[in-house]
């Protein structure tokens, strides 16, 4: 799952020069369970990101499974590491008129590339391949979505939960979280903890771009109005959830300041058993089974919310280019990477993120694997993924932004005033379409 935490460190929207569409879809078949591909030799160049060195070997793996039932198809697997480059060249391969039959892109530049009419339509693809209904997800097939059409098939997510240190609940006599807890259970929780002693914390999520688009969410809030054509970064309903975030550390204290956190990781708190709550993403997981001592016994629960439920959804999906001389072949690549059986278990082994099907007899060893109890939380999170906003200047948002709420979180400026600052630069600088 190292990819996701790579997508929420950073994101690259590049303006793109892309081509008109392409020709049109076929009826074709899928990963071979209706429809079958050709017979004759086919060459396929596949651009992707996510393996990454960490998982090079794994992709490779997978690509060996994928020759062997389909000997006829030929895949050049064009990986790059996850970065300005690997964009640069996507978009100027495809500004070119030399796209890859298909490319992996990440949600948040799911829009941008889609919108210049460069991804194939799939959902016949879909059909032919029996796809659409019951193999993938509600969740990550409506990511995949663009005006009621599918544009890419789900290869991997993450999800944001909450991880909960027993131990501490315990000492403190209070019951463990449920996914029916809202922002006050936890503040009160958390109170009561940090009561058990100097350096003890209630929760943890840093106060920046990316936590509050998904808080906001749960407060019935937004940074763009219904029709896309306002920011809304000082509504009523940002401003109170602007203010829960900074009440955390100043009023409740329930969660540390820079000053208390002595440059310490939330991964460090949380293992020396002096974070009960923090919310992060399903990645780290690995890092904990190796890092938390043998006592520290741990478990994860879905998010609180406020007035609704919200849940951070990191995915990175693959589309197939307008331009493929064979659409149908490629389809059936992706969706073989994303659901075969066999594919699906070196992904649970190797820990890259997660598969996207929704059978759970799939993912069984997955959710058995413990610490921390109640991996089901992850799936079930499914169930209230927001996804960021789809913008081109995507980076210039999450920039200014982040300054204004830091300087909340630091106190030199109040809640309202980092809003209506974001807002009046937000206005400014962004081009909404």
């Given at each position: 799952m190292k990819q996701s935490r790579t997508v929420v460190v950073g994101i690259v929207l590049v303006t793109m020069l892309l081509l008109a569409a392409g020709p049109s879809a076929v009826f074709a078949g899928g990963a071979g369970e209706r429809a079958a591909v050709s017979t004759g030799p086919v060459e396929l160049v596949y651009n992707n990101f996510s393996a990454g060195e960490t998982n090079a070997k794994v992709l490779n793996d997978m690509l060996d499974l994928f020759r062997q039932k389909y000997p006829n198809i030929k895949v050049t697997n064009d990986a790059m590491g996850y970065g300005d480059a690997y964009w640069t060249q996507l978009t100027t391969r495809i500004a070119g008129g030399n796209a890859p039959d298909a490319f992996e892109v990440n949600m948040e530049n799911f829009i941008p590339y889609v919108t210049r009419d460069v991804m194939l339509p799939l959902d016949e693809y879909y059909a032919a391949a029996g796809?659409?209904?019951?193999?993938?997800?509600?969740?990550?097939?409506?990511?995949?979505?663009?005006?009621?059409?599918?544009?890419?098939?789900?290869?991997?997510?993450?999800?944001?939960?909450?991880?909960?240190?027993k131990n501490l609940f315990d000492r403190a006599g209070i019951a463990y979280p449920t996914e029916n807890w809202k922002w006050a259970d936890a503040v009160a929780a958390g109170q009561k903890i940090t009561a058990l002693g100097e350096d003890i914390w209630g929760t943890f999520n840093p106060i920046q771009f990316w936590e509050f688009y998904k808080v906001v969410q749960q407060n019935g809030g937004s940074l763009l109005s219904a029709d896309r054509k306002h920011f809304t970064i000082n509504s009523p309903q940002n401003l109170e959830t602007l203010q829960y975030m900074v009440d955390r550390i100043r009023k409740y204290k329930v969660m540390p300041d820079k000053v208390?956190?002595?440059?310490?990781?939330?991964?460090?708190?949380?293992?020396?058993?002096?974070?009960?709550?923090?919310?992060?993403g399903v990645w780290s997981f690995s890092e904990l089974q190796k890092r938390a001592p043998a006592d520290l016994r741990w478990g994860a629960e879905v998010e609180p919310g406020n007035t609704a439920k919200a849940t951070h959804f990191f995915a990175n999906v693959a589309a197939v280019s307008r331009t493929?001389?064979?659409?149908?072949?490629?389809?059936?690549?992706?969706?073989?990477?994303?659901?075969?059986?066999?594919?699906?278990?070196?992904?649970l082994k190797a820990q890259w993120e997660l598969p996207t099907?929704?059978?759970?007899?799939?993912?069984?060893?997955?959710?058995?694997?413990?610490?921390?109890?109640?991996?089901?939380?992850?799936?079930?999170?499914?169930?209230?993924v927001v996804r960021p906003p789809a913008l081109k200047q995507f980076n210039e948002l999450a920039n200014l932004v982040t300054t204004k709420l830091e300087a909340a979180r630091d106190g030199t400026l109040s809640p309202k005033e980092a809003l209506d600052q974001a807002q009046a630069e937000a206005e400014r600088t962004i081009k909404l379409e």
């Open positions: 796809a659409k209904s019951g193999i993938y997800s509600k969740a990550v097939l409506d990511a995949c979505t663009y005006q009621g059409k599918l544009y890419a098939v789900p290869q991997s997510f993450s999800t944001v939960v909450m991880i909960y240190n208390a956190q002595a440059d310490r990781t939330e991964s460090d708190l949380f293992v020396e058993g002096r974070l009960a709550m923090w919310l992060n493929a001389k064979h659409p149908k072949e490629a389809f059936t690549l992706l969706h073989f990477l994303a659901s075969d059986p066999q594919v699906v278990a070196l992904r099907v929704s059978d759970p007899k799939l993912v069984e060893t997955y959710i058995n694997a413990t610490p921390p109890d109640n991996k089901k939380s992850v799936f079930r999170s499914l169930e209230y």
